[in-house]
């Protein structure tokens, strides 16, 4: 590895390690940054993985508001941040699927 990317994956292990940068691992041996967003106004983003092409692509919504009310409610356990990952086909993968039969 050359000189000036292993400065670049340095640099962006440091900034997860200061959570400026939130670090993704969808287990398929490739680690992915974006910016670490703890605002509590801010939408929860999850992340929907392409089992076919490997495309990840974000869906912004707050699926689980509703789930981490119950969980304050029954358990006391005030939640702060939560992670949901999707594994299925995308749309292009689907109809390339469905062109090939």
Do not use: P, W
């Not at 670049?8 to 390690?17: C, D, G, I, K, W």
């Not at 400026?20 to 605002?39: A, H, K, P, S, W």
């Not at 707050?62 to 299925?88: C, M, P, R, S």
């Amino acid at each position: 590895m050359n000189t000036r990317l292993a400065t670049v994956y340095r640099s962006l292990e440091l900034m997860a390690e200061l959570k400026i940068l939130q670090r993704n691992d969808f287990g398929d041996g490739c680690r992915r940054y974006e910016l670490n967003v703890n605002d509590c106004e801010e939408h929860h983003h999850h992340h929907l993985i392409c089992l076919e092409c490997g495309q990840v692509e974000e869906f912004v919504d707050d699926l689980l508001d509703d789930l981490e009310a119950d969980i304050l409610a029954k358990k006391g356990f005030q939640v702060t941040n939560h992670q949901v990952t999707f594994y299925g086909y995308c749309r292009a993968c689907q109809e390339k699927k469905s062109a090939q039969k």
